[in-house]
């Protein structure tokens, strides 16, 4: 871990422009040459070849989910290591690979204890979850969500009124998933070492509905619903129509009878834990 490239996305969660600027002159205190720096999404992601180019050897993430996902997914066949700080509003990929540390003590660790793993996922025909996947009606409340976050009122009673009809109506069906009831309102599926999590919520009364609705606008709906849960290695979607699915929290279209799996990446991500 020598030479960065520095790739942030400041309107990500806890992101700004001063704590990246922060960031950049911790890695010249501690003697790390920045190479070059993308500002997604203004800034096109570097490729596999521009960074080998540029004798590159780490990829430092400062940004969300999303923008994690679409960085690893353009580098997933490079030869680096990617070092993820937090910089989003779950942070939930820098939990798993640093605990619940600032960027400044993850950079300092990862010179001195970092080193590398690969991560299991959740693979789409054409997309891979490096957090998590939610299915069914709950995912038509992203667009609110948005709009919370945000700050931005306007729009966001006609997203409410989407998401709410969207709620009440059938839920998501799943082939392959012993013990899962059909037509639940949501389902958040996360990857786990040779299987998949899968929590799923069927909420059936107005109340049930109203929690899962503002709970999922305003934070973590899997915590405080009541959930049933069950494991696979693969499973398919059920019906004759495309599905809207969220990966890392970005909303994709899913065919018919889409096949979801089990994987895994390469020795791709830093990780400063203690070797268990």
Not at 107 to 133: D, K, Y
Request: charged share 20%; proline share 5%.
């Amino acid at each position: 871990m020598q030479k960065l490239w520095f790739i942030t996305n400041i309107k990500s969660g806890t992101a700004t422009p001063a704590k990246a600027d922060a960031i950049t002159a911790l890695f010249a205190e501690r003697g790390l040459t920045l190479v070059g720096r993308t500002a997604f999404p203004d800034d096109a992601l570097p490729t596999p070849e521009s960074l080998d180019a540029a004798g590159v050897d780490t990829a430092v993430l400062f940004a969300g989910d999303g923008t994690i996902n679409a960085a690893v997914n353009a580098l997933a066949q490079w030869r680096g290591a990617v070092l993820i700080l937090p910089g989003g509003t779950m942070n939930m990929l820098a939990k798993l690979l640093h605990g619940s540390i600032d960027p400044a003590t993850i950079v300092t660790a990862a010179i001195t204890r970092g080193r590398r793993i690969a991560l299991p996922v959740v693979e789409l025909p054409e997309h891979r979850a490096l957090v998590g996947l939610i299915l069914g009606p709950a995912a038509s409340w992203v667009r609110a969500r948005e709009l919370v976050r945000a700050g931005r009122v306007r729009g966001l009673f006609r997203a409410l009124r989407h998401a709410w009809r969207r709620t009440f109506g059938r839920g998501i069906r799943l082939d392959g998933v012993p013990g899962l009831k059909p037509g639940a309102q949501a389902v958040f599926v996360r990857a786990e070492p040779g299987q998949l999590d899968i929590a799923a919520i069927d909420a059936r009364d107005f109340r049930a509905l109203t929690r899962l609705g503002w709970e999922w606008v305003t934070g973590d709906w899997v915590a405080a619903s009541e959930v049933t849960q069950c494991h696979a290695t693969q499973f398919r979607t059920r019906g004759d129509k495309p599905a809207l699915a969220l990966v890392d929290g970005e909303p994709v279209m899913l065919d018919p009878g889409s096949e979801i799996r089990i994987g895994t990446t390469r020795d791709l991500f830093i990780t400063t834990k203690k070797e268990a």
